[in-house]
């Protein structure tokens, strides 16, 4: 029998069946992890077979089969069989199909299918897209699934996304667990190319392989991760065993999951995890999609520029768990201070781009200031660490000594390529804007960082934040005083 619905969930079934009204026939539908997406895919697929409509639920690849299964046996669901060779649960009768992406390129689409639920939609194979856009399929609704619908060109597939409550809501309402991130360590990613919109595997792997950076990752986690089960998200293979050999030398038993490690053996290291036999997993790509692991500690040992992947890690440890408060993020790759809190991320429409621009973010909160004290991530504009306590005191700029005023120059963190760039784009908008002469903006640029201009795109241009007005007006106030004092 199927449980009652929390009141989101009702609410995206709702909104989920009024754009079906609307003669909607491709949406899809925004939830977080562990908000409860399949149940809502439950419930739709249980009103379908009802009227006796036959469903099939594509998952994203053939490991994800069994729990998917398990998943919908857990919401109610009977009557199920399984799209795979040799699957014991394979029978074409039964009203419900479960089937990976990877079987049905191979096999074809089944016949008499009149409901379609497509878990973890923003991953777009180019296959089903194709079916989804044919007109053989044309009027049969198909329901994407996910937590970050934000991928380009999801716009162009799927008509109308459905938001029935935020991360921050589910939060609030303690249906998601409270996080707090920590970011001890600041890799220099400025060497590191970008390759398809994200950082490049192999240079990435070299930078994070560093050994003070994961004697780093290890020393934090005995210092912060306070014996919690733990998943460490890492660049490559060889990355994760390095971590995962670290920890063990360190006399912390530590597991390993990679894309070739099999079903029996994952389960033995969930099992091993849930009974504290093992303190963490270093894995690679395997545990951001379909897992629900109790988790109290993420480790971010992998940088990355897509919104999509860093809010999906995060989410691993977002469940609510009991005897787990709260979840503790290491974030050792300055995912958080690149992008905020994932919580702050958020699109108001799905992207119609399929390349060069990306989607449209709203209601874009100020980046998190990380506590000099103790590396806890506070949101902006907070003075007192939450965490530790630390307010930090203004410090004045000048200081005395054998009479004469000299300036103190703050110590500052080595820029990376991308940063520079920024600045240089936003330098570029303000002297558009204020019609500054040409010369202006490498000057500036030069007052910043010490450099000219090199090895950036100097035509490139973009509306200036905060930190750059800043940064301007107080040098334009400095000029002004400077030939005021220089005239009398």
Same mark, same amino acid.
């Given at each position: 029998?199927?449980?009652?619905?929390?009141?989101?969930?009702?609410?995206?079934?709702?909104?989920?069946?009024?754009?079906?009204?609307?003669?909607?026939?491709?949406?899809?539908?925004?939830?977080?992890?562990?908000?409860?997406?399949?149940?809502?895919?439950?419930?739709?697929?249980?009103?379908?077979?009802?009227?006796?409509?036959?469903?099939?639920?594509?998952?994203?690849?053939? =490991?994800?089969?069994?729990?998917?299964?398990?998943?919908?046996?857990?919401?109610?669901?009977?009557?199920?069989?399984?799209?795979?060779?040799?699957?014991?649960?394979?029978?074409?009768?039964?009203?419900?199909?479960?089937? =990976?992406?990877?079987?049905?390129?191979?096999?074809?689409?089944?016949?008499?299918?009149?409901?379609?639920?497509?878990?973890?939609?923003?991953?777009?194979?180019?296959?089903?897209?194709?079916?989804?856009?044919?007109?053989?399929?044309?009027?049969?609704?198909?329901?994407?699934?996910?937590? /970050?619908?934000?991928?380009?060109?999801?716009?162009?597939?799927?008509?109308?996304?459905?938001?029935?409550?935020?991360?921050?809501?589910?939060?609030?309402?303690?249906?998601?667990?409270?996080?707090?991130?920590?970011? =001890?360590?600041?890799?220099?990613?400025?060497?590191?190319?970008?390759?398809?919109?994200?950082?490049?595997?192999?240079?990435?792997?070299?930078?994070?392989?560093?050994?003070?950076?994961?004697?780093?990752?290890?020393?934090?986690?005995?210092?912060?991760?306070?014996?919690?089960?733990?998943?460490?998200?890492?660049?490559?293979?060889?990355?994760?065993?390095?971590?995962?050999?670290?920890?063990?030398?360190?006399?912390?038993?530590?597991?390993?999951?990679?894309?070739?490690?099999?079903?029996?053996?994952?389960?033995?290291?969930?099992?091993?995890?849930?009974?504290?036999?093992?303190?963490?997993?270093?894995?690679?790509?395997?545990?951001?999609?379909?897992?629900?692991?109790?988790?109290?500690?993420?480790?971010?040992?992998?940088?990355?520029?897509?919104?999509?992947?860093?809010?999906?890690?995060?989410?691993?440890?977002?469940?609510?768990?009991?005897?787990?408060?709260?979840?503790?993020?290491?974030?050792?790759?300055?995912? /958080?201070?690149?992008?905020?809190?994932?919580?702050?991320?958020?699109?108001?429409?799905?992207?119609?781009?399929?390349?060069?621009?990306?989607?449209?973010?709203?209601?874009?909160?100020?980046?998190?200031?990380?506590?000099?004290?103790?590396?806890?991530?506070?949101?902006?504009?907070?003075?007192?660490?939450?965490?530790?306590?630390?307010?930090?005191?203004?410090?004045?700029?000048?200081?005395?000594?054998?009479?004469?005023?000299?300036?103190?120059?703050?110590?500052?963190?080595?820029?990376?390529?991308?940063?520079?760039?920024?600045?240089?784009?936003?330098?570029?908008?303000?002297?558009?804007?204020?019609?500054?002469?040409?010369?202006?903006?490498?000057?500036?640029?030069?007052?910043?960082?010490?450099?000219?201009?090199?090895?950036?795109?100097?035509?490139? =241009?973009?509306?200036?934040?905060?930190?750059?007005?800043?940064?301007?007006?107080?040098?334009?106030?400095?000029?002004?005083?400077?030939?005021?004092?220089?005239?009398?």
């Amino acid at each position: 029998m199927m449980r009652d619905p929390r009141e989101h969930q009702t609410k995206a079934v709702a909104l989920l069946r009024d754009g079906y009204r609307r003669g909607k026939r491709r949406l899809i539908l925004e939830l977080a992890t562990g908000a409860g997406k399949t149940f809502i895919a439950a419930i739709m697929i249980e009103a379908a077979r009802l009227k006796g409509i036959r469903c099939l639920f594509i998952v994203d690849a053939i =490991s994800l089969i069994d729990q998917t299964v398990e998943a919908l046996y857990r919401e109610g669901l009977t009557g199920i069989g399984v799209i795979q060779a040799d699957h014991p649960m394979t029978d074409w009768s039964k009203p419900i199909q479960v089937a =990976s992406v990877q079987t049905l390129r191979r096999r074809g689409m089944p016949a008499g299918i009149g409901l379609v639920i497509v878990d973890e939609a923003h991953c777009q194979d180019a296959w089903l897209t194709g079916i989804m856009q044919s007109g053989e399929w044309a009027d049969t609704p198909f329901i994407g699934l996910s937590a /970050t619908p934000w991928a380009k060109g999801l716009g162009l597939t799927y008509e109308e996304k459905v938001t029935p409550i935020t991360m921050r809501e589910l939060i609030d309402l303690k249906l998601l667990s409270p996080f707090r991130v920590f970011a =001890s360590a600041h890799p220099d990613l400025s060497g590191v190319k970008i390759d398809r919109g994200d950082y490049h595997e192999g240079q990435l792997a070299d930078v994070m392989s560093d050994a003070k950076l994961i004697a780093d990752i290890v020393r934090t986690w005995k210092s912060l991760g306070d014996n919690r089960p733990t998943v460490a998200f890492c660049v490559d293979r060889a990355h994760a065993k390095k971590v995962k050999t670290r920890f063990i030398e360190a006399g912390i038993p530590w597991g390993y999951i990679d894309a070739y490690t099999d079903r029996t053996e994952r389960k033995l290291i969930r099992d091993q995890l849930d009974r504290g036999e093992i303190k963490g997993v270093a894995n690679v790509g395997c545990l951001t999609k379909g897992v629900d692991w109790a988790l109290g500690c993420i480790i971010l040992a992998r940088p990355t520029k897509s919104e999509m992947l860093f809010v999906q890690m995060v989410g691993r440890g977002l469940r609510v768990n009991d005897g787990i408060p709260d979840c503790v993020i290491l974030d050792h790759a300055d995912n /958080t201070l690149r992008m905020g809190f994932p919580t702050d991320i958020r699109h108001e429409e799905l992207c119609k781009a399929e390349k060069g621009e990306r989607a449209k973010r709203v209601n874009e909160a100020p980046l998190p200031k990380e506590c000099s004290a103790c590396s806890y991530l506070k949101p902006a504009k907070v003075h007192q660490c939450p965490a530790c306590g630390f307010k930090p005191e203004k410090q004045s700029d000048v200081e005395e000594a054998d009479g004469f005023l000299v300036e103190i120059t703050k110590t500052k963190k080595r820029a990376t390529l991308e940063e520079k760039q920024d600045w240089h784009a936003m330098l570029r908008s303000i002297q558009r804007g204020r019609n500054y002469a040409a010369g202006w903006v490498a000057n500036t640029y030069r007052k910043r960082f010490g450099v000219w201009p090199r090895g950036i795109d100097e035509s490139a =241009s973009k509306p200036p934040s905060q930190e750059v007005l800043n940064f301007v007006r107080g040098h334009t106030i400095r000029y002004v005083k400077g030939r005021e004092k220089q005239a009398a």
